[in-house]
Every structure is written in structure tokens, then in C-alpha cells.
Nanobody, 127 residues
Framework: QVQLVETGGGLVQPGGSLRLSCAAS????????MSWFRQAPGKEREFVAA????????NYADSVKGRSTISRVSAENTVYLQMNSLLPEDTAVYYC????????????????????WGQGTQVTVSP
């Protein structure tokens, strides 16, 4: 089993920035592709960003592309999401997810692909 813990959420004004962190513990001797998803009130969970275990390959939802950067320190089993130019529509609970990939360079954008999830961290963008 792998436990994922997200931190870094909070209240920020439009145009501001946040850096979310996700730390993995437990069975961390395996490699994991990781990602961020989010769920706003009354809406379905949606993909935000994904990164391969190698860190060389990434993918972003169109809604955050150019404003967000996903990165990781694999040796520390930690993944980050730097979000800039935040908009009110970015308000959501942000979840970290992990999956044992087929290849070092694989990443996944469907929630159903992932085996492990964190509890989420709230991000609120409001004046």
C-alpha cells in the first residue's frame, strides 16, 4: 500500500500562486507515475496534470496549461504542482494520485487508471 498526503492548499486571491505538494509513504520501493486531479463542488473530478516516474514526460489539462507546472523528486517520492495566475474557476479540492506504470516514461490522464489517491487539499481562489 501507498499513502499519499497532499499539502499546500489554501485561500488565494485571483492572480495569485500556490504550490501543492504530495508526499508518498509506505510501499515506495516501487516506481509510480503520478498526477493531480481536482473536483469542484457539484462537478465531476477532472484531470489537471500528470508526470511520468522519470519526470521527463508531462501532460496538462487545457484549463491549466501555461499556468501550472508539475514536477517531482522521485528519490523523495514527492510530486509538486505549481499553479500561477489562479482563477476563481480553479477553486476545487485537489487530489494526488499514483500508479505503477508500464514504462518509466508513461503517464496517465484518466482517474480510473490510478490505484492510490490522497485525501485532497482545498484550493479556494477568491478576492
Amino acid at each position: 500500500q501507498v499513502q499519499l498526503v497532499e499539502t499546500g492548499g489554501g485561500l488565494v486571491q485571483p492572480g495569485g500562486s500556490l504550490r501543492l505538494s504530495c508526499a508518498a509513504s509506505g510501499r515506495t520501493n516501487s516506481i509510480y507515475a503520478m498526477s493531480w486531479f481536482r473536483q469542484a463542488p457539484g462537478k465531476e473530478r477532472e484531470f489537471v496534470a500528470a508526470i511520468s516516474w522519470s519526470g521527463h514526460n508531462t501532460n496538462y489539462a487545457d484549463s491549466v496549461k501555461g499556468r501550472s507546472t508539475i514536477s517531482r523528486v522521485s528519490a523523495e517520492n514527492t510530486v509538486y504542482l505549481q499553479m500561477n495566475s489562479l482563477l476563481p474557476e480553479d477553486t476545487a479540492v485537489y487530489y494526488c494520485a499514483a500508479k505503477v506504470p508500464l514504462y518509466f516514461g508513461s503517464y496517465y490522464t484518466e482517474g480510473s487508471d490510478y490505484d492510490y489517491w490522497g485525501q485532497g487539499t482545498q484550493v479556494t481562489v477568491s478576492p
